[in-house]
């Protein structure tokens, strides 16, 4: 079956940087469309970022434009979530999530694009 698990999460101070991985197993994952959401206590589910399956194209919330990037390595299966100059609005649980296959990134914003997900991992940024 599909397993998703993400790492890297922690305690960070404003203004650094951290990188999340997403390690996948039981897919193809170089066929899949990846992508990262979070979750704030008390908050929907916010879409984050996603590349689609050969790592060409990555798609931003505009909100995080510049601050956040999207990279892959399909020889490790295994997707990451760099995020750079943090705050404490970006403290959350994220996400990883298994998308479409072979296919251009379709309303990758909705999480019903996707098949399976991760348990997540915490980031707290603190001030």
């Known amino acids: 079956q599909v397993q998703l698990v993400e790492s890297g999460g922690g305690l960070v101070q404003t203004g650094a940087s951290l990188r999340l991985s997403c390690a996948a197993s039981?897919?193809?994952?170089?066929?899949?469309?990846m992508g990262w959401f979070r979750q704030a206590p008390g908050k929907e589910r916010e879409f984050v970022g996603a590349?689609?399956?050969?790592?060409?194209?990555?798609v931003y919330a505009d909100s995080l434009k510049g601050r956040f990037g999207i990279s892959r390595d399909n020889a490790k299966n295994t997707v990451y979530l760099q995020m750079n100059s943090l705050k404490s609005d970006d403290t959350a649980v994220y996400l990883c999530?298994?998308?479409?296959?072979?296919?251009?990134?379709?309303?990758?914003?909705?999480?019903?694009?996707?098949?399976?997900w991760g348990q997540g991992t915490q980031v707290t940024v603190s001030s």
């Open positions: 039981g897919l193809t994952f170089s066929s899949y469309n």
């Open positions: 999530a298994q998308g479409a296959r072979n296919t251009a990134l379709v309303r990758p914003a909705t999480p019903f694009k996707y098949d399976y």
């Open positions: 590349i689609n399956w050969n790592g060409a194209v990555t």
